[in-house]
């Protein structure tokens, strides 16, 4: 997908959706939705909502747990469906996030090219959301931040074919549909639900966790940026809005550190353990916790803080190394 169609594919995915969403405000004044809709987007909601945060996320990004081709299929289709973009470009984005998060270099943070007052925080706000989507220059070499998944011939197939399983997202809750009621009608108005409805409320959750997750809410660690920890948006974005959590240590494969703290991927990637479909699921100390949480506190954070040093693709790790090295060494 070069510069062009990747700007056409995000016009047309920010304004169609929302169109559906409009009509499906008009039917559910009218009480014209039915079971079926309502199951299909729960089902596409939970299907894309796992894909992105387990799948695309913690397995692909940064490798918090290693899994079986069946399982890393299953996760990468589904986080394809979302729409938010081929998982190698995805993946690509979001390590160079990590390597310079709310500095110079960094694709979507709230604090790039800040003005002062109200009107600066809205624009940043406004970019870290969705505008930097529509940056026709904006590229990240995949072979620069995920040499790993530039060798991945499944990561590979499914980024060169995204589109096509965008599609497949939007048709697939009208088989529900289809196949509940067996009407065409069940097939429309499923596919407008836990088609397009689906993909708005499911791409703005993710995308508040850069917009929301780097501008309010707590912060438990001083990390070298601006992450928060946005409790009302852990739900929905399916454990990443502890986001701060996330930061502080970007390998662990729970971002909820504390029992309140709900995670459903966390859930989700130990129950996989536990069926022996998940092996060498990267864990922190609660000890490390509390050292990393004071030597960050000594050195001072926020987006002023000196950024790490750059680290070493995860490609020159072999397994073994991984499994030993610390959380946080390795983007």
């Known amino acids: ?68 081709r069946p ?32 500095k110079a270099g960094d694709p979507h943070s709230p604090w790039a090219d800040l003005e002062p ?33 530039a060798r991945d011939r499944d990561v590979r197939f499914i980024s060169k074919h995204f589109v096509a399983f965008v599609v497949a997202g939007l048709l697939l809750p009208g088989l529900i549909g289809l196949a509940w009621t067996g009407t065409l009608t069940g097939f429309l108005t499923a596919v407008l ?15 508040a966790v850069n917009s929301v997750g780097h501008y309010f809410g707590s912060r438990r660690f001083a990390t070298a940026d601006e992450s928060r920890n946005v409790f009302w948006l852990s739900l929905p974005s399916f454990g990443e809005a502890w986001h701060n959590n996330h930061h502080a240590f970007p390998r662990s494969y729970r971002h909820g550190m504390r029992w309140y703290e709900i995670d459903p991927s966390m859930i989700v990637i130990a129950t996989l353990e536990k069926l022996g479909l998940a092996w060498n699921v990267m864990r922190i100390d609660p000890e490390r916790i509390a050292m990393k949480a ?6 001072g954070g926020g987006r002023q803080a000196p950024a790490h040093a750059p680290q070493s693709p995860l490609a020159e790790k072999g397994t073994d ?11």
């Open 1 to 68: 997908m070069n510069g062009r169609e990747h700007h056409v594919f995000i016009l047309v995915t920010a304004t169609v959706p929302l169109l559906g969403v409009v009509v499906a405000m008009v039917l559910l004044w009218n009480q014209a939705v039915m079971l079926p809709d309502l199951v299909a987007f729960l089902v596409m909601f939970l299907l894309t909502g796992f894909g992105i945060s387990t799948g695309y996320h913690r397995l692909l990004a940064h490798r918090s747990f290693q899994t079986s």
């Open 321 to 331: 190394q991984l499994a030993t090295v610390g959380v946080s060494d390795v983007e």
């Open 193 to 207: 639900w836990g088609g397009l409805v689906r993909f708005v409320a499911q791409n703005h959750a993710t995308y």
């Open 117 to 149: 007052g109200i009107r600066g925080a809205l624009k940043g706000l406004w970019h870290s959301h969705l505008g930097w989507l529509f940056n026709k220059d904006l590229t990240s070499d995949p072979m620069r931040y995920c040499p790993d998944l």
């Open 71 to 102: 399982v890393k299929l299953f996760f990468t289709v589904g986080g394809a469906m979302a729409g938010q973009g081929p998982p190698l470009i995805w993946t690509a984005h979001h390590r160079r996030h990590h390597r310079v998060a709310d």
């Open 294 to 299: 004071e030597g960050m506190a000594r050195a």
